[in-house]
């Protein structure tokens, strides 16, 4: 039973860095109506930029502020310098486009980086025990670091004059377009978000794990899985599916083994796009 606990302790905190990831999916997909097949690249960009950084000041926190900025710089250059010429296309050209985009920054990552895996050189700490169950302090501080990004994320959505104008572009981007809506200071906001999103959680995946140029790509089918299992386009049905799915995977790892725990979120997939196409917190729509 105590290893069970802790394989659910551990999957909730992958589920916290897939469902990061499925956030920024499903931003992107919300408002520029779109899959970014790019956000597990960007994950491992913030993940080796962050190491680099930390290796350099022996600090994770300012690696990981670094690797924030370089995501937001990452994602506004790829709005600024393709997306944004692609504006009215269908969205198989922008998804080839984000395609691309994830090619060349792996390619990129991999000239800099090099190919072997890294981790972050990180103290030891002994576990905490309770009740039999160890716990990790630094799953912990990731779990607070999910958390506040999560926040973050939410209050600019809910709270902030371009959040509002990001979700009404999300309800009706014809609508908010006749209402003065500034579509490039919206794409701007949002690309930035959801580049700062995904190096974060390509940084407490390589906290997690180990850091190599195929780790954000690895990430993708959850991340996708998460998106459309907590309804597309939907920022809280994204987290709570990424919780979900990471737990999952992570509790049949003594029934399917390490490497095929994976094949969890494509059997998810599946089911989701034929039982429920709309996802958990989804609503259907109907066609004209």
Same mark, same amino acid.
Do not use: C
């Given at each position: ?9 551990? /999957?909730? #905190? ?14 992107? %997909? ?27 000041? +022996? ?15 990452? /994602?506004?250059?790829?709005?600024? $310098?393709?997306?944004? &010429? ?28 090099? !190919? =072997? ?18 716990? =990790? ?20 959505? !809910?709270?902030?004059?371009? /959040? ?39 940084? #407490?995946? +390589? ?13 993708? $089918? ?8 907590? /309804?597309?386009? !939907? ?12 737990? $999952? ?8 083994? %390490?490497?095929? &725990? ?27």
């Amino acid at each position: 039973m105590s290893v069970l606990v802790e394989l659910f302790i551990g /999957g909730l #905190m992958s589920g916290l860095v897939v469902g990061l990831a499925a956030l920024a999916i499903t931003l992107v %997909f919300g408002i520029a109506r779109f899959p970014n097949a790019a956000t597990g690249d960007a994950m491992t960009l913030g993940a080796f930029v962050a190491l680099s950084v930390s290796a350099i000041t +022996g600090s994770v926190i300012i690696g990981g502020l670094i690797a924030a900025v370089m995501g937001v710089a990452v /994602g506004v250059g790829a709005y600024v $310098l393709v997306f944004r &010429k692609l504006a009215g296309r269908s969205s198989v050209a922008n998804l080839l486009a984000s395609m691309g985009i994830a090619f060349f920054v792996r390619a990129v990552v991999g000239l800099i980086f090099g !190919h =072997q895996q890294q981790v972050f050189q990180l103290p030891l700490v002994r576990p905490w025990r309770v009740f039999d169950i160890r716990i =990790q302090p630094s799953d912990l501080t990731l779990a607070t670091v999910a958390l506040v990004t999560l926040g973050a994320v939410f209050l600019v959505l !809910h709270m902030t004059p371009v /959040g509002r104008r990001m979700r009404a572009v999300a309800d009706d981007p014809g609508l908010a377009r006749v209402s003065g809506i500034s579509p490039t200071r919206v794409m701007i906001a949002l690309w930035a978000m959801t580049g700062s999103v995904s190096a974060i959680a390509g940084v #407490m995946y +390589g906290i997690k794990t180990v850091v190599t140029p195929e780790m954000g790509w690895d990430m993708l $089918l959850p991340a996708f899985a998460a998106a459309i299992l907590g /309804g597309i386009g !939907h920022p809280v049905g994204a987290i709570v599916a990424g919780v979900l799915l990471g737990a $999952l995977q992570e509790m049949s790892t003594p029934l399917v083994g %390490f490497t095929y &725990k994976i094949a969890i979120s494509f059997v998810v997939l599946l089911i989701v796009l034929l039982v429920r196409p709309q996802g958990l917190l989804g609503q259907a729509e109907g066609a004209r």
